[in-house]
């Protein structure tokens, strides 16, 4: 059962940063696309300001889970390197119940405002809802909470390992 789950959570938390590597490509090409339009042909697309935001948006709640998986999101450095193997598994649990629920806030929340946003429109992209943009808290809670466990399951300390 953990192995089919960490294979789930690998495979959600792969895909969801593909997510957010796209995204960054999405944002710096229509920011390059941007300048070329404003400082080259001098005739500015005023849409790619807005999609340039969401799309970091995007980028930013699609990466979070991969920082759950490393553990490198909650960091407790110091209380970790002297506690004993016992307080350092209870911590584990202590640092992933706080972000558990922080994340079960942002996902709450972040549905809410996606729902709200139906009506509204986006300013130069009038045919696109502010759904689609507050949609991305949601869709980066529940992909962090995978995570989250992932690393609850089997903990990854990358932050640890490269700090001097």
Known sequence: MKQHFLSFERFTTGLALVVACAMLAISASLGMFQIIMRFVIEAPAEWTEVLIRFSL???????IPMAFRQGAMVS?????????PRIRRVLDFVVSAAALALIGVIIWWGWDYANRGKVQTVTGLEEISMF?????????????????????????????????
Not at 57 to 62: D, G, L, S, Y
Not at 140 to 146: E, H
């Open 76 to 84: 407790v450095d110091v209380l970790y390197r002297w506690s004993p």
């Open 57 to 63: 948006i995007w980028m930013v709640f699609m990466g």
């Open 132 to 164: 689609w943009a507050y949609l991305a808290l949601p869709v980066g809670g529940v992909f962090s909470v995978i995570s989250i466990i992932g690393n609850l399951l089997d903990p990854q300390r990358l932050e640890l390992e490269t700090a001097q």
